[in-house]
């Protein structure tokens, strides 16, 4: 029997990442980016999102980023439906999750080092506890040798390869990678 898509979402099974259920997303200048997505992700996967611009790939990530809210339908992360989620429950939900963004949002007052940590700053880490972990990751993402460096000194590509290394730091459970190849050489 088909399962209607606009029913409440029920909490998705722990071995799901990720559920969407008729979700429709817009702007005001575009309000059907996204019309009755359903979607599941199964934990452990591995998925890539294409299509032309201005398809909504973008607009998708955000919603699972849960940096927007769709305007109908139900989304549930990690098990749990996330509209049913109070705001304060919302940032649990996001430190499960990785995200490289298309402008890589780096801090330009940071070094190389600090904005790779900051996640694991931010989930209140001692620095001794995470430092050797910091630097192994940004020596294998080529950046072992620019610790000290600041961002707006690196080329477009290590500035890639640094918010990649920022977004698995904290080891998420969902990694959102919004264009993360575009610059890296």
Not at 14 to 37: H, K, W
Not at 169 to 180: H, Q, S, T
């Amino acid at each position: 029997m088909p399962v209607s898509p606009r029913r409440a979402a029920e909490p998705a099974p722990a071995s799901e990442t990720a559920r969407l259920i008729g979700v429709d997303f817009g702007y005001a200048d575009a309000p059907g980016v996204l019309r009755d997505v359903n979607l599941v992700l199964p934990s452990g996967s591995f998925h890539f999102l294409t299509g032309p611009s201005g398809a909504g790939k973008s607009s998708l990530l955000r919603l699972l980023s849960l940096s927007m809210r769709p305007t109908a339908g139900q989304i549930a992360l990690f098990g749990q439906p996330v509209d049913a989620a109070d705001r304060r429950a919302r940032p649990a939900f996001r430190r499960r999750i990785g995200l490289v963004f298309q402008d890589f949002r780096l801090l330009d007052h940071l070094d190389v080092f600090d904005n790779a940590a900051l996640p694991l700053r931010l989930a209140g880490q001692k620095r001794a506890a995470y430092a050797d972990d910091v630097i192994e990751m940004l020596r294998w993402v080529g950046l072992g040798d620019r610790l000290s460096a600041r961002p707006p000194s690196l080329s477009g590509g290590e500035q890639q390869r640094l918010a990649i290394a920022r977004a698995v730091m904290a080891r998420p459970e969902l990694i959102l990678p919004d264009e993360p190849t575009g610059s890296v050489h």
